[in-house]
């Protein structure tokens, strides 16, 4: 398994964690990481994923609901939500090329989902990233 793989596994734990646990705080949430994730690069880039999503949550849930006909986020299982927040993330604030994102967003719903989880994640992020290419090319 690639490194940055692993750090989004135990990225998309901890936001599940969050999601059951609001009052995790990062303290918490470092120390579970660090329990996981001996390398240090890895450790800062799943913290980076976390604590982004954490701060831009209310944006990434502004543009996964714009794209998710008949779904809120709140309704979303709590996988596959996190798994598609990473990758909205990722697309929108780091330099991860989309087709990565969203590949990982879906392998992440494979490992950790139900079993239509990857087709719902796959549809969400290939609309969320059309929606953006749209955008850009205005």
């Given at each position: ?73 709140d ?33 992440l ?19 969320l ?10």
């Amino acid at each position: 398994m690639a490194r940055r793989s692993k750090a989004r596994e135990v990225a998309l734990q901890m936001l599940f964690q969050r999601d059951f646990n609001p009052d995790a705080d990062a303290r918490v949430l470092k120390n579970m990481i660090g329990e996981r994730l001996e390398d240090e690069e890895m450790f800062l880039f799943c913290w980076q994923l976390v604590s982004g999503v954490l701060e831009h949550r209310e944006e990434l849930d502004q543009q996964i609901s714009a794209v998710a006909e008949n779904w809120s986020v709140d309704r979303m299982a709590s996988t596959d939500r996190n798994a598609i927040r990473i990758g909205v993330y990722e697309m929108t604030f780091l330099d991860t090329p989309p087709p990565v994102a969203i590949n990982e967003a879906i392998e992440l719903s494979r490992k950790f989902g139900a079993k239509e989880s990857t087709q719902f994640v796959n549809g969400i992020m290939d609309r969320l990233n059309k929606s953006r290419d749209e955008a850009a090319a205005e």
